[in-house]
Structure formats: C-alpha cells, structure tokens
C-alpha cells in the first residue's frame, strides 16, 4: 500500500478535469426529528453551506413519505438524501427494501442527490431506470473504515462504481498516514466521472480541505464540532474562515505545518489570514505528520508543500531530508522552517530563535533601556530548560548575542552535548531550582511542562523565580502559564510564547513569499485568538 510520488503531472491534469465548477459545500444534518434537521437547514444556509445531506438514519421515528416531503419540501438548500445502513457505518438496521422504497421516493419528492451503497447500486439504479427525474443524480458511495488501499485498488474500485451507472462516485478511505491522501488526489484528477474523495480521520484532513484544488465534486462540513457525521470532518466555519475555501483553486499553492499532533496550532488562522489579505493564491494546513521523510518523498509536487513550518517532534528529523540548510540552522541542529524552491529541491531555516532572541531582547530594554549596538543579553546568564528544537535554538542565538548560557534538561548528558556546543554549563532540571549564582539571570522554559493540559504544573517552583528578571516560556497554550504568573508576581518581566511564535513567523512567511509580513494583523489574530 505505499503512496506513489505525487508530482506536478498530477496537478496539471487536474486545471481540465472532469468538473471546472467550484467543489461544492455539503452539510451533513445530524437531527434525530424533523423539526432538528430544519434548524439546522435553516442555519446550513445561514453559514455558507451549498447543499444539505438529510441523514435519514439518524431520524428516531423516520415516517417515509410525510418527513420526506417536509423535509425536501422546505429545505432552503438543494438536498441530498442518505439512508446509511448499519453495514457500511450508519444507523439504519432495518429492512433493506423499505430503505431503497424511501430512497426512490425522496428521488420523486424533487432530492437533487440520492446517496446509495455500492453493494446494492446495480440493483437500486436498475430499479429507477428510466423513472429518474433530470434534476437527480445518484452518487454510488464505498466506505473503507480501516485504511486507503493501494492506487491499483482505488482504481478498480471507482470502475466497479461506474460500471453501476453511477453520476457521482464517492469514494471514502481512512488515512493511517498523511500521504495516503496523495492516492485519493491522484484518482480524483483522474476520475471520468464526478468525484468525491475523501479520506477519513485527522491524518486525512488535508483531503477534505483540498478537494477544490484537485476537482472533487463535494466536500463535507459539519454544522458544529460535535456534529460531525464522518471521523475527521472539519466544520463549515473551519472551511470558509480558517481554511479560505472558497478562493482554493487547481494552481493554489499548498503550506502547512509539519507536527505531531498538530492540531492546536494557530499557524493556520495567521498565514491564511496574511494570504488572504494580499491576495495570495495559496493555503496553510495542519499537516499530522508520522514520517517526514515519506511525507517530503510522497508529495513533491512544486505547489504542494511548496513551504512548511516544522514543530515539535521532527525538527530534528526533518534535517536529514534537506538538500540545503541555512548555515545558523545546521550549528543549532534544527529547523522550522522549510522551502521548496522551484527546482524542488528543498531549503530549511531556523527563525525559533529569531522570534524568541528578539523578544527577549526587548524585555530586557524594556527594564534596562536601549544600547544601541549592543545587545542586552551580552553577559547576562541565561538560563535555557529544555535540550529538544526549541532549547537549541534559545541556546545558540543566546550565545550568538554574548550571553552565558546554561542548559537544563531532564537527561543530563543531552543537556551536556548542548552546553558544549554552546561553550555553556550544563545540568539536570532538578539542580535548577537552587541554582542561583547571581541575580538578574534570564529564564527560558522550552519544555512542554504547563502546556494544556496540565496547566497546573510549572518547571521551576516559585521561590526560584526570584532570582531572574527575565522569564520566557516558549508554551502558547495557554498564554499566561503558570510558570508566567508565578515569574510577574516575583517582579520578574515576562516575555509570552506568543511573542516568539508571532516574530519566528514574521520570518517563515518572508521565506516563503519574498514579502514582508503584515504584523499587526499577524498580533492582532494572537491577541483575539490566544
């Protein structure tokens, strides 16, 4: 089942597919009454939804030709009808041939769409040959729940769904791996007929999102988070204000953000936005990434992952898949941020430090005034707790900037293979705590203690804080840690996990535009949304 390289070829094919028109945006209605689902029609429409699924199945008593015609009938959005049966992940575990009745009939009722499993297309569109109504078409669906086959079997498949007669094919895989994806993009390209390709779960996100850019028929959003009617199924808002669907296209190019998990990254909500606001055809994702090096290798298509931020655990991993790295980049040994040049090769930057030196910087201005050409942090000690991507970049852009720089980590020898590279001091997190050869020492806090969570826990107690005047806590979930509060309430200046994400993307997205950032809409986004 290994995912085939998905290359420029591939997305060419797709600007003269099958279906030039925009994907359409279908929210599934979840209600168990009639009355449910005609709110949540009603406010499908209000939020931007083109169509509506009418999940029969979900209905608790489902009364066939009196809820149909209410329901068809007064749907402010064109419909598409599913009656989901038990055995291909729905709720319906009745008679099959009442289920097929009440599927004709929302056909006779005015459904634009009939959604009906593969197993019994052949039979159900044999069944309506010659009595379909023009304005109906009938999607032949198959659901795999536990992977996405390989490229050959895909393929078979959407034959077997054609060979039924079928308007539209819908066909929907899990995603075990990111790049699994990449096979249900190839066949959309492909597909002679309409398509919907989706594959489910958080690794296949990127699917749901992307099918504008590679001609799928439809997508689904759900009409809240906890009404989702597929696993993995972004919401409507998500789609149309995170994701800008609406302006994806075939030569969209693609951005994300490589971690694991990811999910809480608001990466997204800046970089869309900044996009957006200069008219830039391009996307930022959540990428949940297992393997980079697969994920590098399966999608090497120049406008996809044409650049990436990295986040915690592969921006170490990430080195090794590099054809070149930004000198300051190689000596701290990771990177967060990835470009794709034209030639598709591959280069990699560190701005982690950038953003987090910076602001450290002018939390100590903000205490000591202004010298000019001198940096504040020259000899300060500068405490750094954390040894992974984030700590090395604190402690070599501290030291860069004539600070002294000590290294605390859980495992002391990791703490000391950083320290030397550094020409710092090394010890275990637990020394920290009485470690106070001077007053006035910066703190760093790297690690990922008192991150959501566990917002109750901090990486050095109280008392110990004292000693510094200058606490930075790369955690932005939450914003104000408590190692934050505990730091301001010892009189310390604080510098938020915020800062260094704004000033570290300031920097990602010049690399990846060639364009200055638009910081305050950048702040003002942290500030809404932290």
């Not at 987090?356 to 300060?380: F, H, M, Q, W, Y």
């Amino acid at each position: 089942m290994g995912s085939l390289p998905f290359t420029t070829s591939d997305l060419q094919t797709s600007t003269s597919g099958v279906r030039s028109s925009p994907t359409l945006l279908c929210t599934p209605l979840m209600g168990t009454t009639v009355d449910q689902m005609l709110i949540e029609m009603r406010k499908a429409k209000e939020i931007g939804a083109d169509l509506v699924e009418i999940r029969l199945d979900c209905l608790r008593n489902f009364n066939p030709l009196q809820d149909l015609e209410i329901l068809i009938k007064r749907s402010p959005l064109p419909t598409l009808v599913t009656y989901r049966p038990v055995w291909e992940g729905g709720q319906y575990e009745g008679d099959e041939s009442k289920r097929q009745d009440a599927l004709r009939l929302a056909m006779q009722l005015g459904a634009h769409y009939i959604d009906v499993e593969l197993e019994v297309a052949h039979d159900f569109n044999n069944s309506i040959h010659g009595k379909k109504p023009d304005n109906c078409k009938v999607i032949v669906s198959s659901h795999n729940f536990h992977n996405t086959p390989s490229s050959e079997a895909i393929g078979n498949l959407l034959a077997r769904i054609q060979a039924t007669g079928a308007d539209i094919a819908t066909i929907a895989t899990t995603a075990l791996d990111i790049t699994d994806c990449a096979r249900i993009f190839q066949i959309t390209v492909h597909s002679q007929i309409p398509i919907i390709g989706i594959v489910m779960g958080e690794r296949g996100l990127i699917s749901r999102i992307l099918s504008p850019k590679f001609g799928g028929y439809l997508t689904y959003g759900a009409l809240e988070a906890g009404a989702i009617s597929a696993p993995g199924q972004p919401t409507v808002n998500d789609l149309l204000d995170l994701y800008n669907f609406r302006l994806i296209r075939p030569d969209t190019k693609v951005y994300g953000i490589i971690g694991k998990p990811v999910g809480h990254s608001k990466s997204p909500l800046l970089f869309n936005a900044a996009y957006k606001s200069v008219g830039l055809n391009a996307v930022y994702l959540h990428f949940l990434v297992d393997d980079v090096e697969k994920f590098f290798n399966t999608y090497s298509a120049v406008d996809f992952a044409s650049g990436c931020s990295c986040t915690i655990p592969h921006k170490e991993a990430a080195l090794k898949c590099m054809d070149e790295i930004d000198p300051i980049a190689k000596k701290i040994g990771a990177i967060n941020n990835i470009v794709r040049r034209p030639d598709g090769t591959l280069t990699a930057f560190n701005t982690d430090y950038i953003g987090a030196i910076t602001a450290i910087e002018d939390g100590l201005r903000e205490l000591n005034g202004v010298s000019p050409g001198v940096s504040p942090l020259a000899g300060k000690l500068f405490v750094v707790l954390g040894a992974g991507g984030a700590g090395k970049s604190l402690a070599y852009g501290a030291a860069q900037k004539g600070a002294r720089v000590v290294v605390a980590n859980r495992t002391f020898e990791r703490a000391k293979e950083l320290a030397e590279k550094v020409g710092g001091q090394a010890m275990t997190l637990a020394e920290v705590e009485n470690f106070h050869p001077e007053d006035g020492m910066v703190l760093a806090n790297t690690t990922s203690v008192g991150m959501k969570p566990k917002i109750d826990d901090t990486p050095l107690a109280k008392h110990a804080l004292k000693r510094y005047c200058v606490v930075f806590d790369a955690i932005y979930t939450p914003k104000d840690t408590r190692l934050l509060r505990e730091a301001r309430e010892t009189g310390a200046v604080i510098v938020y996990g915020t800062e260094m994400l704004i000033r570290q993307g300031f920097e990602q997205y010049k690399n990846f535009t060639g364009l200055p950032a638009p910081e305050e809409l950048f702040r003002t986004l942290m500030e809404k949304h932290a």
